[in-house]
């Protein structure tokens, strides 16, 4: 395996989906509230890798020739991100949660995979960065395979680090303060995104 290919692929990845984005606050958060940290993090890095290994073998060349499937992500995940996004705002001006670990209510397994799996695979910037734009730039190198395994490496690196790191915010989040500083940042982040998808030509 070409070791350079590999670092490679970790660091184009690594630099996609570093930016704050919808599915990272949503795995801060589940990783500040403790609440199936795991699983969310699972889910996302799978998701990534799956996308990753089309991306780099031909699949962004299907994309890019059915531009439907981009549109039809574009605004369902618009409309998302605008339910989630007043939900955030909402939690901000009525709850008055701070952090504890002991006692909380973990919230239902199944409502947070189809929230996980919404903000993954609702996202047409995922179909444009890792599918396609990470396709582009695995097609000038020879070895495919190093490039794309060093890709799905750092997309697991970064999941799981942001969701159990976040338990170093945790003294912080015992205030109620804090929470509502975070709901309405993730509510100004969500809508954001959401204009951006539907503004964007």
């Known amino acids: 395996m070409n070791i350079s290919t590999f670092l490679m692929g970790m660091s184009v990845c690594f630099s996609l989906i570093l930016a704050i984005g919808a599915q990272n606050a949503f795995v801060l958060k589940q990783g500040l509230k403790?609440?199936?940290v795991f699983i969310v993090c699972l889910?996302?890095?799978?998701?990534?890798?799956?996308?990753i290994t089309g991306g780099v073998f031909g699949f962004g060349k299907l994309i890019s020739q059915f531009p439907l499937i981009i549109t039809i992500a574009k605004y369902a995940g618009a409309l998302f991100l605008i339910v989630y996004g007043a939900r955030s705002f909402i939690a901000a001006y009525q709850s008055n949660q701070s952090l504890m670990a002991q006692g909380e209510d973990v919230g239902n397994l199944k409502q947070?995979?189809?929230?996980?799996?919404?903000?993954t695979w609702l996202n047409p910037h995922v179909y444009l960065d890792t599918v396609i734009l990470l396709g582009t730039i695995a097609s000038q190198v020879t070895d495919k395979l190093a490039f794309a395994l060093g890709a799905i490496l750092s997309s697991f690196i970064f999941f799981f680090s942001l969701g159990y790191g976040a338990r170093v915010l945790q003294p912080l989040f015992a205030k109620p303060l804090s929470w509502k500083i975070l709901d309405i940042l993730i509510g100004v982040v969500m809508w954001g995104i959401a204009a951006s998808l539907l503004l964007a030509n």
Request: proline share 0%.
């Open 112 to 119: 947070v995979i189809a929230m996980c799996l919404a903000f």
């Open 34 to 36: 403790q609440q199936f």
């Open 43 to 51: 889910i996302c890095a799978l998701s990534d890798a799956v996308l």
